[in-house]
């Protein structure tokens, strides 16, 4: 079954404390994605990679690390999160003949306290 | 900074009738305008794309693009329950690989 998956789905942390967010998909597919979802601001693009070891900034980069190592594997890295990353993230792919169809992920909810 | 506007809503439609959604976008050189669906708790879902001026349409979906006016909509025919669900529009420049979600219009089909 073609899917993103994401790992963990829920996740509650402290400040400062460093954390990753998997995400993997098995279509083979050139593009990855990450956004965050917070109530009122909508869908904002994290952070985005065309192919292995090719990644470049989005629209709220600031905070966030990636790294494109595996065609399939794109992880999300906070080194020190904050309060104000509590948020609700996507993983998405697609390929870059029709990178437009981007599938999502299921989601990781993020607390930071 | 590019926007994406959209009508929060939530817009309620009875069953069977026509949904209107509709979108506007700041930046004049937009290319490519996506429709996703997003259920409560779910992540988002393309059910439609366009890239030229006029209508496109896929079973009970058409999509409405005047770049003139910097509109985008989406008409749901014959609306069902399960339609009800958060419609986000994105916009993305040509060649950027960053699209611009609007903030999504949540849409109420009732019996």
């Known amino acids: 079954e073609a899917q993103v998956t994401q790992n963990p789905r829920y996740l509650i942390t402290v400040t400062g404390k460093k954390l990753t967010v998997t995400c993997s998909q098995n279509?083979?597919?050139?593009?990855m994605s990450w956004y965050r979802q917070d109530p009122g601001l909508g869908l904002r693009q994290i952070y985005y990679?065309?192919?292995?070891?090719?990644?470049d900034k989005g629209d709220v980069p600031e905070g966030y690390k990636v790294s494109r190592k595996e065609k399939r594997n794109f992880p999300l890295i906070l080194e020190s999160p904050s309060p104000n990353q509590t948020s609700l993230y996507f993983c998405a792919s697609s390929s870059l003949g029709g990178w437009k169809t981007q599938y999502f992920g299921p989601g990781t909810r993020l607390l930071v306290l | 900074q590019k926007e994406v506007e959209q009508n929060s809503g939530p817009l309620s439609v009875p069953e069977g009738a026509i949904a209107s959604l509709n979108c506007t976008y700041s930046?004049?050189?937009?290319?490519?305008f996506f429709w996703y669906r997003q259920y409560s708790g779910k992540s988002p879902e393309l059910i439609m794309s366009?890239?030229?001026?006029g209508d496109k349409e896929d079973g009970r979906f058409t999509a409405q693009l005047n770049k003139a006016s910097q509109y985008v909509s989406l008409l749901i025919r014959d609306s069902q329950p399960s339609d009800s669900a958060t419609y986000l529009c994105a916009v993305e420049s040509g060649g950027s690989y960053i699209p611009t979600f609007g903030r999504g219009t949540s849409l109420i089909v009732h019996p």
């Open positions: 990679s065309m192919n292995v070891e090719v990644t």
């Open positions: 279509m083979n597919h050139e593009y």
């Open positions: 930046d004049r050189v937009s290319q490519s």
């Open positions: 366009i890239y030229s001026n």
